[in-house]
């Protein structure tokens, strides 16, 4: 199993990005996609969810309503749009997926995209 996030970058406020999550290994079409993210000095949290279906997501917290969370399983692939960037939205950025293997869940994250907001 292997995630790979991309996307990330330097933008100016008010800027957009969007993230992506290269997944393999795995049937990618039959497991939720989690984003994560983590600030400086702040822990990790959960920003958005997607189903195995485009119509399941949910958002946490800041991000909702500057953020869409989407998917295609022809490219095994999640992405994260973010719109209205501020600075308080800088902050490595992870995707996340729980596997059901040898009888128990595991989480498998990618290594993270860095994504500053500065002008």
């Known amino acids: 199993v292997q995630l790979v996030e991309s996307g990330g970058g330097l933008v100016q406020p008010g800027g957009s990005l969007r993230l992506s999550c290269k997944a393999s290994?795995?049937?990618?079409?039959?497991?939720?996609i989690s984003w994560y993210r983590q600030g400086p000095g702040q822990e990790r949290e959960l920003i958005a969810y997607?189903?195995?279906?485009?119509?399941?997501?949910s958002y946490v917290g800041s991000v909702q309503g500057r953020c869409t969370i989407s998917r295609d399983n022809a490219q095994n692939t999640g992405y994260l749009q973010l719109d209205s960037l501020n600075a308080e939205d800088t902050a490595v950025y992870y995707c996340?997926?729980?596997?059901?293997?040898?009888?128990?869940?595991?989480?498998?994250w990618g290594q993270g995209t860095q994504v500053t907001v500065s002008s």
């Open positions: 996340k997926i729980v596997i059901f293997q040898d009888s128990r869940w595991i989480d498998y």
């Open positions: 290994g795995f049937a990618f079409s039959d497991y939720g």
């Open positions: 997607i189903g195995t279906a485009d119509d399941a997501t």
